[in-house]
């Protein structure tokens, strides 16, 4: 199993981003579905989800699409390595799923165990990956998302529902695996080559061209307006948390959007202290950011260009700072007796957590799950009951937001 350096000729660039002068004619007779599958399986490395027999990495659908356009994943590398990059170095993805959206557009895409095992090592880890379709539009169709993955994972049938959360990619006009795998040239556009081939003296691939290291990072918050309430953040070692990616056509200042996330596991102990009383607080690290640019190569097109910004590394560090206590609506309260422990849900979201150089014009969101390793605890010792009120739910629920103590 090979790693992807993003190299193509022709209009191979189509099966991974493509973004071309004019859309293909769409061959006639049109081909059958084994034909789509047998030309998916030349243009990259790994088998087609239909061959494999695995659990849904990723299900979801790409936007105007019908059937047979070609949707495919890449895994980035582990957060160390990233981390132990320099402005220049080249960084390798691994394609690791591929798949031809349905008649309505919808997908599922399954890992290859293979290609797993070259992106985490055989480990088990988090595997951050951008999920990108064939677009012959003037923009990059991707997505990025994240999943827990192991050789083991990737075989094991038995996992029911989706690795991770279900994904819209927004193609401007979405090209069919047979469009841009035609023999013949249509349109002026030259045929489809594999995705390792390489037009000569072209610069092609991804790499970091700029570290923006020790970030300010939003983690978690405690708030409270009942005087004889205390709480506690803990986040711990193994803790998660998921921080915004930026995107750029350009890599200029004030030209960035926001444009999905990527999971990150906590490196450090973390312990925050107790607060007594009514008190707003929010708790931080410092997170390393970098700046990539990534280049398509096409021997007739030349060179397609785009930038993200994304985490690298793992959270480092603690402080506090003060907040506001948040409005909490009285439909999201439940009163709850002497001690209790809040790890269940997902929360503590922020749309500007990560403060980026402000030039960007753009701050990465973050969001802390509840979990064993990143909890609130809160606790009245006399034992008579208190309200717990959550921002965009009822505590322990789906999107509970943040946790506010009152009388």
Not at 33 to 43: G, K, S
Not at 96 to 104: E, G, P
Not at 140 to 160: C, G, K, N, Q, Y
Not at 362 to 386: C, H, L, V, W
Request: glycine share 8%; with cysteine; charged share 20%.
């Amino acid at each position: 199993m090979r790693s992807d350096v993003m190299r193509l000729s022709g209009v191979a660039l189509t099966a991974i981003l493509l973004i071309g002068a004019s859309a293909p004619v769409e061959p006639d007779p049109r081909p059958t579905t084994e034909e789509q599958v047998d030309a998916l399986a030349v243009l990259v490395s790994v088998e087609p989800s239909t061959e494999l027999d695995g659990p849904v990495l990723v299900a979801g659908e790409v936007i105007g699409a019908h059937a047979g356009v070609p949707v495919i994943a890449k895994a980035w590398p582990d957060q160390e390595t990233l981390d132990r990059h320099q402005p220049g170095d080249a960084v390798e993805l691994v394609t690791i799923a591929a798949a031809l959206t349905n008649t309505d557009g919808s997908f599922e895409l399954v890992a290859d165990p293979e290609a797993v095992a070259e992106a985490t090592d055989g480990d088990e880890r988090i595997v951050n990956f951008d999920v990108t379709a064939a677009n012959a539009g003037a923009k990059v169709a991707m997505v990025s998302t994240s999943a827990v993955l192991s050789p083991e994972i990737a075989v094991d049938d038995s996992i029911s529902g989706a690795l991770t959360d279900e994904l819209m990619i927004d193609a401007d006009e979405p090209l069919t695996v047979d469009e841009i795998s035609d023999t013949s040239e249509v349109d002026g556009i030259p045929p489809v080559a594999a995705e390792d081939s390489a037009p000569a003296g072209m610069e092609c691939g991804t790499k970091l061209v700029q570290r923006l290291d020790r970030r300010p990072t939003i983690i978690g918050s405690t708030y409270s307006t009942a005087p004889r309430v205390t709480t506690q953040f803990i986040y711990t070692k193994g803790a998660e948390s998921t921080f915004g990616i930026g995107f750029s056509q350009t890599g200029a200042n004030a030209s960035w959007t926001a444009s999905s996330t990527a999971k990150i596991s906590n490196g450090d102990v973390d312990e925050f202290d107790k607060k007594a009383g009514s008190h707003a607080k929010i708790y931080k690290k410092y997170l390393n950011y970098g700046k990539y640019k990534s280049v398509i190569c096409d021997g007739d097109f030349g060179q397609i260009v785009s930038y993200t910004v994304r985490p690298i590394g793992r959270p480092f560090g603690s402080y506090e700072a003060g907040s506001t206590v948040p409005a909490t609506p009285s439909a999201y309260c439940v009163r709850y007796s002497s001690t209790h422990h809040f790890s269940k849900g997902k929360a503590q979201y922020w749309s500007s957590g990560v403060a980026l150089p402000a030039a960007m014009g753009f701050n990465a969101s973050a969001q802390t799950a509840y979990s064993y390793e990143s909890k609130i605890i809160m606790t009245r010792p006399d034992g008579t009951s208190y309200a717990v009120c959550g921002t965009g739910n009822v505590p322990e629920q789906v999107n509970t937001g943040r946790l506010v103590a009152r009388p």
